[in-house]
């Protein structure tokens, strides 16, 4: 069976979407679904046009409902009637995605049955720097707040299997956040993540895009925590209580030492030596769960972040109690509360992070 690929569109160029159609037609694909997100009367005739190609069959809504909705219209397509495929590709109708970095997905399905494939950009050479700025930030968040290196999260070009399509139909994100809840939920089922390098192509600075750099990126955001809140819960009480063993371990043996009479010095760093110990076991076995033994690179990546926690805590209280006038004891607080998650996702994606990035 051939995959059937799906390009939601909204207010296309005519050449541009034609000559994409128009190539992967040629490829290995059962069918080309085309999603018209409201687009308006005057592209009736692009749409119309498009539709002669061979094995293309174009969708409308009356209004427009964003990428996700677009993409969800698409998937229940094949769902409703039935289409026989091995998975389905989407694909963005602004020339992002080379027809050639389609045959790429193409190629990667039939090797890799059953995973999800995911067309990767470089972000290299004359990339708008919103766009990179964004796509990076995501990339950082993601990693830190879920625990998989993912290159490219943002990605439009996707083959996603045919037998996931149920679940993916029952998620309500909007928009661009959509494809986000997605990758997440395909994550949260260990459903094997491939990735194929593909061009990165920015027409006319990326004009075209109908993404909005402040709505959308906030639903991004919003997505991406209320995911981990929800799915990370249980780890991050985990996370707090390790925390809390290792402080009263520091306070447990400092007390100890001052009272077989070692100075307070020594007692601090001894105490501190202790609680670090404790922190990082802990953690590695407790919060994430893992079972192998420590390695040297563990280490040292868990000592740049204790190092990174105590510079930062100290820059953080000087400047609240500096220019926010708050107290020694507020500024500490809320210092910690803010290291708390960012030593978090540093834990969850440096230090104990499992590459589970596949080429």
Not at 133 to 152: E, P
Not at 202 to 212: L, R, T
Not at 258 to 271: D, E, K, P, R, Y
Not at 313 to 334: H, R, T
Request: proline share 3%; net charge positive.
């Amino acid at each position: 069976m051939n995959p059937v690929v799906i390009i939601p569109a909204y207010r296309p160029d005519k050449k541009t979407l034609s000559n994409i159609v128009e190539q992967i037609a040629g490829f290995d694909v059962a069918k080309i679904i085309i999603v018209d997100d409201g687009s308006g009367p005057e592209f009736k005739s692009v749409f119309e046009q498009v539709e002669t190609i061979p094995k293309t069959l174009v969708l409308y809504h009356e209004a427009n409902q964003g990428k996700g909705a677009a993409l969800r219209t698409g998937f229940r397509h094949v769902k409703d009637y039935r289409i026989s495929c091995t998975s389905v590709i989407t694909v963005d109708a602004d020339g992002q995605h080379l027809p050639e970095d389609v045959d790429k997905i193409i190629g990667s399905i039939k090797k890799h049955p059953g995973s999800l494939v995911l067309g990767v950009r470089k972000f290299k050479g004359n990339v708008p720097l919103r766009s990179l700025l964004g796509n990076k930030a995501t990339y950082l968040m993601f990693r830190g707040l879920v625990g998989q290196t993912i290159s490219d999260t943002q990605t439009g070009l996707r083959g996603i299997p045919c037998s996931l399509l149920e679940e993916l139909l029952a998620l309500r994100s909007d928009r661009y956040a959509y494809e986000l809840e997605m990758l997440l939920t395909l994550v949260q089922k260990k459903v094997p993540v491939k990735e194929v390098t593909i061009t990165t192509v920015y027409e006319d600075n990326n004009s075209v895009s109908s993404f909005n750099p402040v709505s959308d990126s906030f639903m991004i955001y919003k997505t991406l925590f209320l995911w981990w809140f929800t799915f990370r819960f249980k780890q991050l009480l985990k996370y707090s209580l390790s925390g809390m063993f290792s402080t009263i371990a520091d306070f447990g043996a400092y007390i100890l030492l001052i009272n077989l009479s070692c100075g307070f010095v020594t007692a601090s760093i001894l105490a501190r030596i202790l609680s670090v110990m404790i922190h990082f076991s802990a953690n590695k076995y407790f919060t994430f769960s893992y079972k192998d033994a420590p390695n040297l690179l563990e280490i040292a990546k868990y000592l740049v972040v204790v190092g990174f926690n105590l510079s930062s805590s100290i820059f953080l209280i000087y400047v609240f109690i500096q220019y926010l006038s708050a107290g020694e004891v507020v500024a500490k607080v809320m210092a910690q509360l803010l290291l708390f998650f960012a030593t978090y996702a540093l834990l969850n994606g440096f230090v104990f992070l499992r590459q589970k990035r596949n080429r």
